[in-house]
């Protein structure tokens, strides 16, 4: 099965082909002042040219869903349905914490994956790895970097922490103590392989994948969303 995916979640834009346990091309772009929209289709035209592959050979679209970037988000998903839908093949989505914590894990320890979500506050779930995968054993969480500690307390596994706001969580990170593995930051970034592959074993589950009404994860409110509630709040609840 070949999977074509595409990660726009956060500042890094990736796109990668892989067929069934094989990574077949990858390229993954850390340039923040490039925005999504005019990177990505050039992006995915290098990574099928360098295949060998056409577009109309792919088995399937996997997306990383969120949380994440607002823009990103619909960026890469809009991207997906709209491929999905000319090529007339299965989407799959992959929540962006999921494929963070695939690409660095291993059996017995703890997985923290943490992206920076803004206005003082973290997108981050906690994975167990397994012999056949990762065992996710919360909810994906919006915490202040503070708040991290409380979901860290009282676990004796080594906690492996990646992802592009471990800086912000430096405290919660120190208090692990010795059991913290902080990633290569090569590994920290979000990887459209990473995508592929937990896409690959989606679409295995439910061959048809989702449909193409499906909406991103954003786990918290966007930053005019939040600004909107707290002018009503002020105006006095508007016509309450």
Do not use: W
């Not at 991207?79 to 894990?105: C, E, R, S, W």
């Amino acid at each position: 099965m070949l999977i074509l995916a595409v990660d726009t979640a956060t500042t890094v834009a990736s796109v990668a082909l892989v067929e069934g346990e094989r990574l077949v091309a990858e390229e993954v772009l850390n340039i923040p002042q490039r925005t999504h929209s005019e990177r990505l289709l050039p992006v995915m035209a290098r990574v099928l040219a360098g295949a060998g592959v056409e577009i109309e050979e792919v088995d399937g679209i996997a997306v990383s869903a969120g949380p994440g970037s607002f823009t990103g988000l619909r960026i890469g998903l809009g991207t997906g349905k709209g491929l999905a839908q000319a090529l007339d093949k299965p989407l799959v989505t992959v929540p962006t914490l999921d494929a963070l914590a695939y690409n660095y894990f291993f059996p017995g320890a703890l997985v923290c994956p943490l992206l920076d979500a803004k206005q003082g506050y973290i997108y981050t779930a906690l994975y167990r790895g397994e012999e056949a995968g990762l065992e996710r054993l919360t909810d994906y969480l919006a915490l202040t970097p503070a708040e991290l500690t409380g979901l860290l307390a009282g676990r004796e596994e080594p906690v492996i922490f990646s992802g592009d706001a471990i800086g912000l969580c430096g405290e919660a990170v120190a208090k692990t103590g010795a059991r913290a593995f902080l990633v290569p930051a090569a590994s920290r970034l979000p990887r459209a392989s990473s995508v592929a592959f937990l896409g690959r074993r989606a679409l295995e589950e439910n061959p048809g994948g989702v449909p193409l009404t499906v909406e991103p994860l954003y786990v918290r409110k966007s930053a005019a969303e939040i600004n909107l509630e707290k002018k009503e709040s002020d105006s006095g609840g508007g016509n309450g």
